[in-house]
């Protein structure tokens, strides 16, 4: 296997401060919670949330992913449900990657029958050319080609997730 860098640290770290500006704007004078995906999305929340500057709450969630393979195993269950409370809360959803969007589109549906105000997803990268399942996020960092890629909080079966940069893997 090998790994080839697609998205340096440094264009990472821009993009999060333009994010974290555009999501606290769109927040403004509502309570917020940044609800993190596990475990992919752990690197992206922390990073993000350490460039809003505003009051928020983090909380957890955790859904079925796709174990040691590259494909996804077609059903999704709630692992680790999130333990604040929602109701009237705005919530944003921090996601790793969007792919054939069937994740997504489950924690969506959960959250939104948990009474939050207002629901919104930001996710970290984009594969809209792998999509099965219709869904438009509303915060993008990167949208890129559907190829397997590792690094800030991605996994090929548990590694890689501590690369500080986004690589494509290759057999
Ligand atoms: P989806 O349900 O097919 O949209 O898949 C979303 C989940 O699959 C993500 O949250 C990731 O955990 C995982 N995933 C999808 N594509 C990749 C990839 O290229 N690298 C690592 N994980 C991925
Ligand atoms: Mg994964």
Redesign the pocket.
């Given at each position: 296997m090998s790994l080839h860098t697609l998205i340096s640290k440094d264009s990472i770290d821009t993009r999060i401060r333009e994010l974290a500006i555009e999501i606290t704007r769109d927040f403004e004078g509502q309570e917020l919670i940044v609800l993190c995906?596990l475990k992919?999305a752990v690197l992206f929340l922390t990073d993000l949330i350490r460039a809003m500057d505003r009051d928020l709450a983090i909380d957890f969630i955790q859904v079925s992913?796709?174990g040691s393979e590259k494909k996804?195993s077609g059903v999704?269950t709630i692992l680790k449900e999130p333990q604040l409370d929602m109701h009237g809360k705005g919530v944003v959803i921090v996601?790793?990657?969007?792919?054939?969007?069937?994740?997504?589109r489950e924690v969506c549906r959960y959250i939104e029958s948990r009474g939050a105000a207002k629901v919104k997803v930001a996710s970290f990268l984009d594969?809209p050319a792998?999509r099965k399942y219709p869904f438009v996020p509303d915060y993008i960092g990167f949208t890129i080609e559907p190829?397997?890629?590792?690094g800030y909080g991605?996994?090929?079966a548990e590694r890689y997730r501590n690369l500080p940069e986004v690589a494509i893997l290759e057999e």
């Amino acid at each position: 296997m090998s790994l080839h860098t697609l998205i340096s640290k440094d264009s990472i770290d821009t993009r999060i401060r333009e994010l974290a500006i555009e999501i606290t704007r769109d927040f403004e004078g509502q309570e917020l919670i940044v609800l993190c995906v596990l475990k992919g999305a752990v690197l992206f929340l922390t990073d993000l949330i350490r460039a809003m500057d505003r009051d928020l709450a983090i909380d957890f969630i955790q859904v079925s992913s796709y174990g040691s393979e590259k494909k996804s195993s077609g059903v999704v269950t709630i692992l680790k449900e999130p333990q604040l409370d929602m109701h009237g809360k705005g919530v944003v959803i921090v996601e790793d990657i969007i792919d054939s969007g069937m994740s997504i589109r489950e924690v969506c549906r959960y959250i939104e029958s948990r009474g939050a105000a207002k629901v919104k997803v930001a996710s970290f990268l984009d594969k809209p050319a792998a999509r099965k399942y219709p869904f438009v996020p509303d915060y993008i960092g990167f949208t890129i080609e559907p190829a397997f890629v590792v690094g800030y909080g991605l996994d090929y079966a548990e590694r890689y997730r501590n690369l500080p940069e986004v690589a494509i893997l290759e057999e």
